[in-house]
């Protein structure tokens, strides 16, 4: 009996540990992985172990730290401006959740950083947001600070060859949209497959 209780905690141990790390681009459907809440780390407070301190340079060429998002809640989105499908849908669908609160959108700052900043530099970025909405704030840097931004968001990526790119390579990354509060504290997650009126919905629980 102690036997089976001691495997059963380690399967869920590994779950919860690796269950936002997996999602991969094009990964898993949203059944399987809408909202990971239940299964990300978690720190003694019982808050997933999310976000953190980050330097990074904005779409204006602005260095910026997560103090600087400081007061509103943000939406993060890690991802790549050359993703064919599954980051512009990803915006879409926060840019149209964000159009739906009206004037509680202003509560709200829209985050992209990029896990591609050998391609996506500055005036790549600036070009790209401009698409989602006013509001939408781009953000690169040097490999070294994505790697640590998304270290503290626990993003996956990693570089695949890819012949069909004119670069030669393409960007597997986790897809998930984190909602920060004002204090870089995490509050929700959902995916690029969640319903703009379902993020909404819960964004407005929230404000």
Do not use: W
Not at 144 to 163: I, L
């Amino acid at each position: 009996m102690n036997r089976l209780l001691l495997i059963a905690t380690a399967v869920t141990a590994v779950i919860a540990l690796t269950g936002l790390g997996l999602i991969l681009t094009g990964g898993l459907s949203s059944p399987q992985v809408a909202e990971l809440s239940q299964t990300t780390p978690v720190r003694s407070t019982g808050v997933p172990n999310i976000g953190g301190p980050f330097t990074l340079i904005d779409h204006t060429g602005r260095e910026v730290t997560e103090a600087d998002f400081a007061g509103k809640k943000t939406l993060i989105y890690f991802g790549f401006t050359y993703c064919p499908d599954v980051c512009p849908t990803a915006l879409q669908v926060m840019s149209v959740a964000l159009g739906d609160l009206g004037e509680d959108a202003e509560k709200v700052t829209p985050v992209f950083i990029t896990v591609d900043p050998e391609r996506d530099d500055v005036e790549t970025m600036a070009a790209y947001v401009q698409h989602f909405g006013d509001d939408f704030v781009g953000l690169t840097g040097t490999p070294e600070q994505v790697a640590a931004a998304a270290k503290a968001y626990k993003v996956y990526y990693r570089k695949v060859e890819d012949a069909s790119s004119s670069a030669g390579y393409t960007m597997d990354h986790s897809s998930v949209v984190y909602l920060m509060s004002e204090d870089n504290e995490y509050l929700a997650n959902f995916t690029h497959e969640t319903q703009p009126e379902r993020m909404a919905a819960r964004l407005r629980q929230f404000l």
